[in-house]
């Protein structure tokens, strides 16, 4: 392995969480069909994608334009002020870095909500490519492999050289469509996904070195 590709919500952050409770009052109001256990469908989702799902799935009437400010105005109090980074992470990354492996983000959410998450944790320095939301077309993010083809074409690195460390099983389903091995992380919200896809699981990311996980990638 050359390479680790990150997810953010849910492996860098634990913003899946926060979205869980936070998306409560906001679903109540737009998606009267919705229920609280229905969550794990829309884990990875990017949030066009999440407006196209809702409205063909539980027949939400809001207005594009609307549910997505309203995301948008949820996604500052998530990442600005409840999202905590998940244990582990920081020193992970500072353990790859030292050693020189090269860093990616791949994830489904807006590089606006990227940044809040990069600046308020001073992570940007950790990753040379970025890849997001708003570098594919609508209907382009997760499951589909987009986001891992550009972070590998950012990296200038092939598939099969590349760790994708995801927690959702739409994120599993992309970075195995693009080719790379898939570690799952368990992190404690997502026991409703189904992971099975992935080459191995992590049970958190507490203590794991960089030789550790480029190990387990590599059997």
């Given at each position: 392995m050359k390479a680790v590709i990150f997810d953010m919500d849910g492996v860098i952050v634990d913003s899946e969480l926060?979205?869980?409770?936070?998306?409560?009052?906001?679903?109540r109001r737009l998606v009267p069909l919705w229920?609280?256990?229905?969550?794990?469908?829309i884990v990875g989702l990017g949030v066009e994608d999440l407006y196209h799902f809702l409205a063909r799935e539980y027949s939400m009437t809001a207005a594009k334009?609307?549910?997505?400010?309203?995301?948008?105005?949820?996604a500052e109090v998530v990442y600005d002020q409840?999202?905590?980074?998940t244990p582990g992470v920081k020193?992970?990354?500072d353990d790859l870095r030292r050693r020189r492996v090269p860093i990616a983000l791949a994830s489904s959410s807006p590089r606006a909500w990227i940044s809040m998450v990069l600046s308020r944790f001073a992570l940007a320095d950790f990753f040379s490519v970025v890849a997001c939301a708003d570098d594919v077309p609508a209907g382009r993010t997760k499951p589909e492999p987009d986001l891992y083809l550009l972070a590998l074409r950012g990296l200038g690195l092939k598939a099969e050289s590349c760790l994708a460390i995801e927690d959702s099983a739409l994120g599993v389903r992309a970075a195995k469509r693009a080719g790379l091995t898939c570690a799952a992380l368990r992190n404690g919200a997502n026991d409703a996904q189904d992971l099975s896809a992935a080459d191995?699981?992590?049970r958190g990311l507490s203590g794991l070195t960089a030789?550790?996980?480029l190990a387990r990638a590599a059997r």
């Open positions: 926060q979205w869980q409770l936070a998306e409560v009052e906001l679903f229920r609280a256990e229905d969550h794990h469908k334009e609307h549910f997505l400010r309203e995301c948008h105005d949820l409840r999202a905590a980074l020193e992970l990354l191995f699981e992590l030789v550790d996980l």
